[in-house]
């Protein structure tokens, strides 16, 4: 059955790829990075031989590890074992963040990707890819008239979702964080295998998740983060656009599409960060539109929470069905969301404070949503 | 209405995620690349103040160019006019192929991940995105019991697209080349882009695209390249199981799903390199199942193509509605590719040739699949 096969010519096209790169020089040989081993230890080599200096900056670790270099030039550098779950990381190369050249998984992110490791785990983790039935992602695209920018937004519909019966779906709008793209959700957060998995085992309704992006005001983003977000305007604008962009023309076009409720007891909003504060002041300022609301690690609302909220207090316990504000304890955010839980204790309104171990990444979020998600459009009032 | 507020809560978070990966040092001044100037010049920078040698290797650019460092150890190189496109690009710093860490616009690849530059152009470009009407991107998994890995694949719906309407639509699958996902046709290739353009000109039929992941055998990504071809018995398993996961897997889960013809004059099989030896070796050799086949710088198939094409025959002039085997004249696999088309003229299967200016790159990709999708579903005989 072995036949004289041409191979030659793949590898032509192959080798113009690999090597057009390097110039005369000879590819050094490859760099195995990240190796994850037994013990959910890591390795991560870089190759960089006339660098100074190279740090390993983890998602979760405030101060960078020293990488140590070899007689090749390769630093390296061994981390104790992880939790498994997905980690973001930089290689910093003189003070220039790096992504790894030999790894292809990426954390895309419209102001720093970074690249990412799987430390894997047992298959009841809620983000490990398990053989159940699997929803779609669909990345819907459009013209926003609101902030006057082509933009796109994802929509997960759940395993066995069938456009053409009369079952109607409720909706989670799930928004990212500041510097994230609209993807940010299921590329980083695997929103759609963490709700593939809770769906199979029973544990969550079968929801409609819309995933828009979460920028009012895109200049946001293109300005240094900073300087930004001293400006009150902007931030205001780029809530307030937000929230119009969302319910003027991202749910009614959803509502077009997909077999969705119109029911505002079919409807949450839940984000991170800087989606979380934008979660509680689209949703707690539309109650006629919302009565589930989630905050993970939220980030971003003004201080005078009377003006921010002017129209909330204890009436509106009978029309939230849940108010979950949740933070890592080792966030420096957790103070600003105690303050705003205090706050919502002094209007009398009910909420569930969930504080978690953890710092800011995603692997508190991934762990908020399996958690919030079990919760949604039950029937037990709060 | 302007409002204290703590935009400082959210400047915590932002200074965490910015500064974090930074350690001691304080960050340099940001660097601005790539940055395309009025007359489609594009200047590359990139800061590393120890390198000896830093090169840009660009798509579609054999050699790469030098670039020179400054005082405060940032290189740079200013490229002639591009003509308007999107260009893949890497910085080699001493031999190790880099992203570049300003620019946050990526394209993926399972290998060699890049840098992507977008040189703006006139709206008539197909791949610019106008203010038309916009198809849908649906990422689809599952569980490949052929291949025996969990992957997915993603499927266009064109504009107006309606599940519930009784029009069924023809099918083109699109595939990929060789290091690619599934995701390079709509992420790098724009086809979702390019084909919302030329339907809203008119020029192509409205027309459901599959792209499924190209691998019937993965480990052939798993191992250098260069090796991974040397060996025809996984050269043919990956073409094999590839076609075996598109046909009994894929196609049936799309008409499950979608409302498609089945129709062997309603399917249509093109794909780039590696992706248009798949497309000839599949298509060819299932004619009861696609009528429209096109190649896009084929690279793959085996030398004897008598034994590849067993059954082909003149007897295929009446099944076959077009095949269109198109390489750039620059690409160093237009000689295999002339070599085929002659064999296809000797065994007396009419085809139609397409050389065009360019390499073995995407800018040569997008034109073809520009050129090629117009041609599909029309009901002149060929």
């Known amino acids: 059955m072995m036949k004289r096969r041409s191979a030659i010519l793949l590898l032509v096209f192959f080798a113009v790829a690999s090597t057009s790169g390097l110039g005369q020089t000879p590819p050094p040989p490859p760099i195995v990075s990240p190796e994850v081993h037994a013990d959910h230890s ?7 031989p006339n660098a100074k200096s190279v740090l390993l900056a983890r998602e979760g670790v405030e101060k960078p590890l020293p990488m140590a270099k070899d007689a090749q030039g390769v630093w390296s550098v061994t981390t104790p ?11 910093v190369a003189d003070g220039v963040r790096l992504m ?4 292809s998984l990426i954390k895309p992110n419209l102001l720093f990707p970074q690249s990412m490791v799987h430390v894997p785990g047992p298959s009841s983790l809620p983000w490990e890819m398990n053989d159940v039935a699997h929803g779609v992602v669909h990345h819907h695209f459009y013209h926003s008239a609101v902030v006057e920018d082509d933009r796109g937004y994802y929509v997960y519909t759940p395993p066995g979702y069938n456009s053409e019966a009369s079952q109607l779906y409720p909706v989670l709008c799930l928004l990212h964080g500041y510097s994230d793209g609209a993807e940010a959700w299921t590329a980083v957060g695997r929103a759609n295998i963490i709700l593939d998995n809770l769906i199979a085992q029973g544990k969550v309704k079968p929801m ?10 895109p200049e946001i983003l293109t300005r240094n983060g900073l300087a930004a977000f001293h400006d009150p305007n902007l931030v205001k604008r780029n809530m307030d ?32 960060s800087m989606g979380g504060a934008e979660s509680l002041y689209v949703g707690l300022n539309h109650l006629d539109h919302f009565a589930w609301v989630g905050s993970f690690s939220a980030g971003g609302l003004g201080a005078d929470y009377d003006a ?10 009978s029309q939230l069905r849940l108010l979950w504000i949740a933070c890592g ?9 105690r303050k705003f839980r205090a706050w919502l204790t002094s209007k009398g309104i009910r909420h569930t404070d969930i504080e978690t171990p953890g710092m800011h990444t995603w692997m508190v979020w991934r762990r908020n949503l399996a958690a919030f998600a079990p919760l949604l459009f039950r029937n037990n009032t709060p």
Chains 1, 2 share one sequence.
């Open 42 to 48: 890591v390795t991560f080599r870089f190759r960089d």
């Open 81 to 91: 074992p992880l939790e498994p779950d997905f980690y973001g990381y930089s290689f």
């Open 100 to 103: 790894d050249p030999s790894n």
């Open 208 to 217: 409609i998740v819309v995933m828009p992006l979460g920028y009012g005001a």
């Open 241 to 272: 656009k937000f929230g119009e962009a969302l319910l003027t023309e991202v749910i009614p076009q959803v509502e077009r599409s997909y077999r969705v409720s119109k029911d505002r007891n079919d409807r949450a909003i839940a984000g991170l």
């Open 308 to 317: 921010e909220f002017p129209s909330l207090n204890s009436g509106a316990n």
């Open 329 to 337: 304890t080792d966030d420096r955010l957790i103070t600003p969301n």
